[in-house]
């Protein structure tokens, strides 16, 4: 395995974790039995990084996630996240909240859900933009102080609340969206301010949430409660013109003789040192090729011609639905 610092003076932990999100929701039918075989062996692999948060199910993936890591916790950088509200009345709905005091409540839930003394990695999930992120951060802070959390991080924030945050306690992480075909972290900035700041910058969803695997054709591949129906990227004519992409990508990968989803990864560990995905998986299978793209590197003119067939912006339609879009850039 190799490893990457988690910020500047962190502690290191592998280069690839694994996002734990789809074991437990949004993404069709799952069975934890699978999904904690999936985990044991990526700790056995020598990943460290698992990521879970207490929205997945609500809360499910969390009691998932500690079932699997109960008697392997010293093996694990565990990273969970507070902040988003959902209403369950209307799936698609987002609230977020920010609150100090929800702060504290949230990261006492999660440590019992988890089994667990301890967070290694806490974040907040969605920017609250009626509380001061500096009130936000305060209370995390708190929570280190307490002996509840070890380092703090951010996720989707923009490059000034960044910023503000880290003024107040230093910021070890920003979780965001970046993948061949989502860039935005490019040209908002927070690629680059997380490298100037001495902040490790963790993508979530590098492979365009399965779809760089080259496996998706239809959305007749998803199941009725996939979340992934509801995605404008996926929907309609977006979903043709983005699949035209995605068959650049594997005549690429074949080039490179490795799989699309390596060729993916491999890109966005090449974005920086900084840089530590967490692709998630079910299988062991998808585990075992993601760690693959550990091993692949590029020289200049191979970028070079993945930029010239992926440059920013190049994806159609919005990464999320129109409810959680204003939650983005905060």
């Not at 974790?17 to 700790?43: E, K, P, V």
């Not at 703090?152 to 107040?168: D, Y």
Request: proline content about 6%; charged content about 20%; some cysteine.
């Amino acid at each position: 395995m190799k490893f990457r610092p988690l910020g500047r003076n962190g502690p290191q932990v592998s280069a690839l974790g694994l996002g734990c999100m789809g074991m437990s929701d949004f993404y069709g039918a799952h069975d934890d039995a699978q999904s904690i075989a999936t985990i044991h062996r990526a700790l056995d692999l020598g990943v460290t990084l698992l990521d879970t948060s207490n929205v997945y199910g609500p809360h499910t993936n969390e009691t998932l996630v500690g079932k699997a890591i109960a008697d392997r916790r010293d093996q694990v950088f565990l990273a969970t996240k507070f902040g988003i509200v959902r209403d369950p009345a209307n799936p698609l709905a987002r609230g977020v909240n920010g609150r100090p005091e929800y702060v504290q409540t949230c990261c006492d839930a999660s440590l019992k859900r988890l089994g667990v003394d301890h967070i290694d990695l806490y974040y907040q999930h969605r920017v609250d933009p009626n509380v001061p992120i500096e009130d936000t951060v305060g209370a995390m802070a708190n929570l280190v102080w307490q002996g509840k959390v070890r380092y703090l991080g951010l996720s989707e924030a923009s490059v000034k609340t960044l910023e503000r945050a880290h003024a107040v306690y230093p910021i070890a992480a920003l979780q965001s969206e970046y993948s061949l075909w989502t860039r935005d972290p490019e040209s908002q900035g927070q690629l680059a301010a997380c490298a100037k700041l001495g902040i490790a910058f963790v993508p979530y969803s590098p492979l365009g949430r399965g779809f760089l695997t080259g496996a998706i054709k239809s959305p007749n591949d998803f199941a009725a409660d996939d979340v992934r129906r509801f995605h404008p990227r996926f929907q309609g004519d977006n979903f043709a013109k983005n699949l035209a992409l995605v068959e650049q990508v594997k005549m690429l990968a074949a080039q490179k003789q490795c799989t699309p989803a390596q060729l993916a990864l491999a890109w966005v560990l090449a974005r920086g040192e900084h840089v530590i995905p967490i692709p998630g998986t079910r299988r062991i299978a998808a585990l075992e090729e993601n760690l693959g793209a550990l091993d692949i590197k590029f020289d200049a003119e191979e970028l070079a011609g993945i930029e010239a067939i992926f440059p920013q912006g190049i994806a159609v339609g919005a990464r999320y639905q129109s409810e959680m879009m204003p939650l983005l850039n905060v």
